[in-house]
């Protein structure tokens, strides 16, 4: 749509204004050509500018600029601090009047309108400039020296913006802080209309011919959405309220007025003196968008200052977020369908998109900002779509996404699944169903304190990466058997015992492979979010799984067991497999897992016991229906003998103490079976007989006889015993003699020595017994 100000206008312009401010104002215009937007403006009524909705004009719109805000949710709103000083805007004005005098070095001194109600300047003597810190004393000094003409009509003006709440701040002639210089024709604001300042010098024309000029200041025509009960906006905007925003008027350091509503005249003399004008407008609630100018002339010569309009800015942010946690928080159900935000909410602007959910982001929100609107009575038409398309005339002029770019999005881990953005009918964004404003445009809405709303939430869904998960079965001839259940469990849960066997071993698919198939229509979810069947193939999410054979088999001897890496650990293979799907953080994670369950015979235990019950002595594997020995388990055996001192290992039993059925290596095992050692003691080995202790034969000294005197004849004596026979009793003569010889005493000892080497030989002996007995 063609930017354009309206004939009405034009005829008001040139109501007040010569042919030059027309054709400023008309350049103005035309600087804006091109864009979208209109102003509404209307005839004069007893002099007087009003903007009306009869008449259109279209702004300039600009390329969004990057968003600089951390969160520019909460951007527009004035803080905490910011609200608790505000104030009316008639007492903020009137209060403004006062201090911007100190702020600007401008002097007060009010003034009366004369008897046309006009306010004459034209005889100001020593007129000094009174706001040098905004136009400065050397910027006037330069202009009023290069200044020759009257035609055009020579002046400068400064336009500035303040935020709502915050201080003026320009210092040397350049704004600051919170302050920006007015530098477009449509301008736009976040959150609330702050402070519009105009600061005008017109320089003084000493010649023949330059007459007094005159002034014509006006209230700016202002207007705001339609608002709903609820804080959503009517779409018709022939219903919106038509406002003025009231301003405060100084010229020459004189205050004419600090809450005007109507047109101020005013008179001022070029050839004589210079002039210096200072509008200001405070916004409030009622002030969403305005649009305005004044007007300055001498004889054919005019100008337009402070021809620009402010329309609020409004942006939106496209989150990426989990699609499962996004439905727990909408109450919906995994299987249903995401509808977008506004649904059911077609007849209004609503207020649900400036919600923003408690979720976490996957990755950084894509931000759009700055964005221009207006649908009331001071702007139309001034609205974008919320994403871009091909063949979109914005394309440049307001960066946005396409909705291929927000599904393309690269979040680790994650595909695309869905999104809540609202969209015209046909659900797609082109050029022919967006030429009319609804909710999938940009705009603001109000939330119940009446303050503007302009940041509108979206959610782009996204599910984790699935992996394949291929089951097979293969018979005891090596061959793959397809169509044999399984189950599969989430820990303790089932997810589906319904699943069957795969023929073969499919390619693992490809992200885009996947990222087709979770979102096809035929594909069906898992219970407990687990994943995804599409047609006899199964996707499992991210987490930990057990799967579980269910395939029939006609010999009870045989069980399914995971396939091992290597036969031979087989005895080891476990009956369910443990299945961890991985999150899919790089592109190294396979987006398949393979399980295949192979027939093994089943395999008891047979547990070795030796004395201690509390530990097993051994513990051997054994196929059911065969032995230790003839299975086909080669690396089980039979245990090694045990051992025991003083006894002979007798074998394995069923019972203990041998009691039972003896167990051997070829005995056959049917089920888990506990067997016990047996042991044979040992008899002592007969003790060999000892030679008997030679006794050497002792001669006996025989002692020369004394020498006696002679005497009667005795009785010779007997023989004394043998030496070899200790144990004979001495034999003692009937009639013992008086003095027996000497030779008797060292028999005594001999026979002493030979009963103590027999008592010897005896405790040996007895010490040999004993020893053999404990053993």
């Given at each position: 749509?063609?930017?354009?100000?309206?004939?009405k206008s034009?005829?008001?312009a040139?109501?007040?204004?010569?042919k030059?401010?027309q054709?400023?104002i008309?350049?103005?215009?035309?600087?804006?050509?091109?864009?979208?937007?209109?102003?509404?403006?209307?005839?004069?009524?007893?002099?007087e500018?009003?903007?009306?909705?009869s008449?259109?004009y279209?702004?300039?719109?600009?390329?969004?600029?990057?968003?600089k805000?951390?969160?520019?949710t909460?951007?527009?709103?004035?803080k905490?601090?910011?609200?608790?000083?505000?104030?009316?805007?008639?007492?903020?004005?009137d209060?403004?009047?006062s201090?911007d005098?100190?702020?600007?070095?401008?002097?007060?001194s009010?003034?009366?309108?004369?008897?046309d109600?006009?306010?004459?300047?034209?005889?100001?003597k020593?007129?000094?400039n009174?706001?040098p810190?905004?136009i400065t004393?050397?910027?006037?000094n330069?202009?009023q020296?290069k200044?020759?003409?009257v035609?055009?009509?020579p002046?400068i003006?400064k336009?500035?913006?303040?935020?709502?709440?915050k201080?003026?701040?320009?210092?040397?002639?350049?704004?600051?802080?919170d302050?920006?210089?007015?530098?477009?024709?449509?301008?736009?604001?976040?959150g609330r209309?702050?402070?519009?300042d105009?600061?005008?010098f017109?320089?003084?024309v000493?010649?023949?011919g330059?007459?007094t000029g005159?002034?014509?200041?006006?209230?700016?025509?202002?207007?705001?959405?339609?608002?709903n009960s609820d804080?959503?906006v009517?779409?018709?905007?022939?219903?919106?309220?038509?406002?003025?925003?009231s301003?405060?008027?100084?010229v020459?350091?004189?205050?004419?007025?600090?809450?005007?509503?109507d047109?101020?005249?005013?008179?001022?003399?070029?050839?004589k003196n210079?002039t210096f004008?200072?509008?200001?407008?405070e916004?409030?609630a009622?002030?969403e968008?305005i649009?305005?100018?004044?007007?300055l002339n001498?004889?054919?010569?005019?100008?337009?200052?402070?021809?620009?309009?402010?329309v609020?800015?409004c942006?939106?942010?496209?989150?990426f977020?989990?699609?499962?946690?996004?439905?727990?928080?909408?109450?919906l159900?995994?299987?249903?369908n995401?509808?977008?935000?506004?649904?059911?909410?077609?007849d209004k602007?609503?207020?649900?998109?400036?919600?923003?959910?408690?979720l976490?982001?996957?990755?950084?929100?894509?931000n759009i900002?700055e964005?221009?609107?207006g649908n009331?009575?001071?702007?139309?038409?001034m609205?974008?779509?919320?994403?871009?398309?091909?063949g979109?005339p914005?394309?440049d002029?307001?960066?946005r996404p396409?909705?291929?770019e927000?599904?393309?999005?690269n979040?680790?881990?994650?595909?695309?699944?869905?999104?809540?953005?609202?969209?015209?009918?046909?659900?797609?964004?082109?050029k022919?169903?967006?030429?009319?404003?609804?909710?999938?445009?940009?705009?603001?809405a109000?939330d119940?304190?009446d303050?503007?709303?302009t940041v509108?939430h979206?959610?782009?869904?996204?599910?984790?990466i699935?992996?394949?998960?291929v089951?097979?079965?293969k018979d005891?001839?090596?061959?793959i058997e397809?169509?044999?259940?399984?189950a599969?469990y989430?820990?303790?849960?089932?997810?589906?015992?319904?699943?069957?066997?795969?023929?073969?071993?499919?390619t693992?698919?490809?992200?885009?492979?996947?990222?087709?198939?979770?979102?096809?229509?035929?594909?069906t979810?898992?219970?407990?979010?687990?994943?995804?069947?599409?047609?006899n193939?199964v996707?499992?999410?991210?987490g930990?799984?057990?799967?579980?054979?269910?395939?029939?088999?006609?010999?009870?001897?045989y069980?399914?067991?995971v396939?091992?890496?290597n036969?031979?650990?087989i005895?080891?293979?476990?009956t369910d497999?443990?299945?961890?799907?991985?999150?899919h953080s790089?592109?190294?994670v396979?987006?398949q897992?393979?399980?295949?369950?192979i027939?093994r015979?089943k395999?008891?235990?047979v547990t070795f016991f030796?004395g201690?019950?509390?530990?097993?002595?051994a513990?051997?594997a054994?196929?059911?229906?065969?032995?230790?020995?003839g299975?086909e388990?080669?690396?089980?055996?039979?245990p090694k003998d045990?051992?025991?001192?003083?006894?002979?290992?007798?074998?394995?039993?069923t019972e203990?103490?041998?009691k039972g059925?003896?167990f051997?290596?070829n005995?056959?095992v049917?089920?888990?079976?506990?067997?016990h050692?047996?042991y044979?003691?040992?008899?002592?080995?007969p003790?060999?007989?000892q030679?008997?202790?030679?006794?050497?034969?002792?001669?006996?000294?025989?002692?020369?006889?004394?020498?006696?005197p002679?005497?009667?004849?005795?009785?010779?004596?007997a023989?004394?015993?043998?030496p070899?026979?200790?144990?004979q009793?001495?034999?003692?003569p009937?009639?013992a003699?008086?003095?027996?010889p000497?030779?008797?005493?060292?028999?005594?000892t001999?026979?002493?020595s030979?009963?103590?080497?027999l008592?010897?030989g005896?405790?040996?002996?007895?010490?040999?017994?004993?020893?053999?007995?404990?053993?």
């Amino acid at each position: 749509m063609q930017n354009d100000i309206s004939a009405k206008s034009r005829d008001l312009a040139q109501s007040h204004a010569s042919k030059q401010s027309q054709e400023i104002i008309r350049k103005q215009k035309s600087d804006s050509e091109g864009h979208e937007s209109n102003f509404d403006n209307a005839d004069s009524s007893s002099g007087e500018t009003r903007l009306t909705p009869s008449s259109d004009y279209s702004g300039s719109a600009v390329d969004n600029k990057a968003d600089k805000r951390n969160d520019p949710t909460d951007a527009g709103k004035p803080k905490n601090d910011e609200v608790s000083t505000q104030k009316s805007v008639k007492a903020t004005k009137d209060d403004r009047a006062s201090a911007d005098s100190t702020n600007n070095g401008e002097k007060q001194s009010e003034v009366k309108p004369d008897k046309d109600g006009i306010y004459d300047f034209s005889n100001d003597k020593n007129v000094t400039n009174p706001f040098p810190n905004v136009i400065t004393q050397a910027e006037v000094n330069e202009f009023q020296k290069k200044t020759k003409s009257v035609s055009p009509l020579p002046f400068i003006q400064k336009n500035f913006y303040t935020s709502y709440g915050k201080n003026f701040s320009v210092k040397n002639g350049q704004a600051f802080g919170d302050t920006k210089s007015i530098d477009e024709i449509i301008n736009t604001y976040s959150g609330r209309l702050g402070r519009i300042d105009i600061f005008i010098f017109v320089p003084r024309v000493d010649k023949e011919g330059v007459y007094t000029g005159d002034g014509q200041f006006y209230p700016y025509n202002s207007s705001r959405e339609l608002k709903n009960s609820d804080g959503s906006v009517n779409f018709d905007r022939d219903k919106a309220p038509d406002e003025k925003l009231s301003y405060k008027l100084e010229v020459n350091g004189r205050l004419i007025g600090s809450n005007i509503a109507d047109k101020t005249n005013i008179k001022f003399q070029m050839r004589k003196n210079q002039t210096f004008i200072h509008v200001v407008m405070e916004g409030s609630a009622d002030n969403e968008a305005i649009f305005g100018y004044e007007g300055l002339n001498h004889e054919q010569s005019s100008g337009a200052p402070g021809y620009f309009a402010f329309v609020p800015e409004c942006g939106a942010q496209f989150h990426f977020v989990d699609d499962l946690k996004y439905r727990k928080t909408m109450n919906l159900s995994a299987s249903d369908n995401i509808p977008q935000r506004s649904a059911s909410e077609t007849d209004k602007f609503s207020t649900k998109p400036f919600i923003k959910l408690d979720l976490s982001d996957l990755s950084d929100a894509k931000n759009i900002s700055e964005v221009r609107f207006g649908n009331n009575q001071v702007v139309r038409n001034m609205y974008t779509p919320l994403l871009s398309y091909e063949g979109d005339p914005k394309k440049d002029s307001i960066k946005r996404p396409t909705m291929e770019e927000l599904k393309n999005a690269n979040i680790s881990g994650y595909l695309y699944y869905s999104n809540d953005i609202d969209t015209p009918n046909g659900g797609k964004f082109t050029k022919d169903n967006t030429e009319n404003f609804g909710n999938y445009d940009y705009g603001i809405a109000r939330d119940k304190d009446d303050n503007q709303l302009t940041v509108k939430h979206y959610y782009v869904t996204f599910r984790p990466i699935p992996t394949q998960l291929v089951v097979r079965y293969k018979d005891l001839q090596n061959n793959i058997e397809s169509g044999k259940k399984y189950a599969i469990y989430s820990g303790n849960t089932l997810v589906s015992d319904t699943l069957t066997s795969s023929s073969n071993t499919p390619t693992a698919p490809t992200k885009a492979e996947l990222q087709t198939m979770i979102t096809n229509s035929n594909t069906t979810l898992l219970s407990e979010a687990a994943g995804y069947i599409s047609g006899n193939d199964v996707y499992l999410a991210p987490g930990n799984y057990i799967v579980k054979p269910k395939a029939a088999i006609d010999d009870e001897n045989y069980e399914w067991v995971v396939e091992p890496k290597n036969s031979e650990d087989i005895v080891d293979a476990p009956t369910d497999a443990n299945v961890n799907i991985a999150v899919h953080s790089t592109d190294n994670v396979s987006t398949q897992q393979v399980v295949t369950f192979i027939l093994r015979k089943k395999i008891a235990t047979v547990t070795f016991f030796d004395g201690d019950d509390s530990k097993p002595y051994a513990t051997v594997a054994v196929q059911k229906g065969s032995s230790i020995d003839g299975d086909e388990l080669k690396n089980q055996s039979m245990p090694k003998d045990p051992t025991k001192p003083g006894f002979t290992f007798n074998g394995w039993f069923t019972e203990k103490d041998g009691k039972g059925t003896k167990f051997t290596g070829n005995t056959t095992v049917r089920g888990n079976i506990s067997v016990h050692s047996s042991y044979i003691s040992n008899l002592p080995a007969p003790e060999p007989e000892q030679e008997p202790v030679p006794v050497p034969e002792l001669q006996i000294p025989v002692s020369p006889d004394p020498i006696l005197p002679p005497a009667e004849a005795e009785p010779e004596p007997a023989p004394a015993p043998a030496p070899s026979q200790p144990e004979q009793p001495e034999q003692q003569p009937k009639h013992a003699a008086k003095h027996l010889p000497k030779t008797g005493s060292t028999a005594t000892t001999i026979l002493a020595s030979a009963i103590a080497s027999l008592f010897s030989g005896l405790v040996v002996l007895e010490a040999d017994l004993r020893h053999l007995h404990e053993n």
